[in-house]
């Protein structure tokens, strides 16, 4: 059967159980939960054949300044068919004309170098059990009234307004910041992910602050399972292999059209929420 009869519609909750069997089957990590928290702040299509889930994608929008293209997955009996360049123009769509971003696997690569997106950087996934640190002194756990602000200092690193994904992590997860002159000028965040928590995003004005941050958690999770996303151009990579958090693979992040951020000497994105998200 053609790709061309298989139908597109609309990422609903009623396929939420077939969209985590189908990342199971990719060997991504995500759970039920995970996926819940994407598609609360995205819109996703999936394509149906015979009444079954056999491929999705998600556009995570961050009001009109940018959108992110995520959890592209194809069963793997569906491949070389077309269907996910048929999911990815339902992507487009959906967009409406928004810079987008996202980040490939090398099987993904050629599709969406097709499509325009060129290569900015990579993704380095690391993750392993936390060691047993001192809790750094210059940290300290944000507060609801600390929201505003850390959102204000991640529109300057990530270059777009992600609001409602902070508000959403904020529920759901804890937050820590560096306070400098009484501003925030630094923060982290710690959600539960996958097989155990994630780090990110972590937003610091050096490379030094964002260590301190990272540390803040990996203190209080001694014996844990933790993960970050980090990319190539941060540095940070080498320093998470000494804590223990071993480099596992990633990802090559993308954008569409081709453009960089005008670079802010106050805030530097060195973790991202999540290879999705950005």
Not at 34 to 55: F, N, R
Not at 188 to 205: D, S
């Amino acid at each position: 059967m053609q790709a061309s009869q298989i139908e597109i519609v609309p990422f609903g909750p009623d396929h939420l159980e077939a969209a985590v069997a189908l990342s199971q089957q990719a060997g991504w990590p995500h759970r039920t939960e995970d996926w819940q928290l994407a598609l609360a702040l995205s819109e996703g299509m999936v394509a149906i054949e015979d009444g079954k889930v056999v491929g999705t994608v998600l556009v995570t929008p961050y009001k009109g300044d940018c959108a992110t293209i995520n959890m592209v997955i194809v069963d793997e009996t569906m491949r070389g068919r077309g269907l996910g360049r048929r999911l990815m123009d339902a992507a487009l769509l959906t967009a409406g004309g928004r810079p987008l971003r996202l980040v490939a696997t090398t099987a993904g690569l050629p599709l969406y170098q097709k499509l325009g997106f060129r290569e900015t950087g990579t993704v380095l996934q690391h993750q392993g059990l936390a060691g047993e640190i001192a809790a750094p002194a210059e940290t300290q756990a944000a507060t609801a009234a600390d929201l505003p602000a850390i959102a204000t200092l991640d529109r300057l690193a990530f270059g777009a307004d992600r609001e409602g994904l902070l508000s959403y992590l904020a529920g759901i997860g804890e937050f820590a910041v560096i306070r400098s002159g009484g501003r925030i000028s630094g923060f982290a965040c710690l959600r539960p992910f996958g097989r155990g928590e994630v780090i990110g995003p972590v937003v610091a004005a050096d490379l030094s602050k964002a260590k301190t941050l990272i540390e803040h958690f990996i203190a209080r999770r001694p014996g844990r399972f933790l993960r970050v996303d980090t990319t190539d151009e941060t540095g940070l990579s080498p320093w998470l292999a000494e804590q223990g958090l071993v480099h596992v693979g990633g990802g090559i992040t993308m954008r569409q059209p081709l453009a960089k951020d005008a670079a802010d000497p106050t805030a530097t994105t060195f973790a991202l929420a999540s290879q999705a998200l950005g």
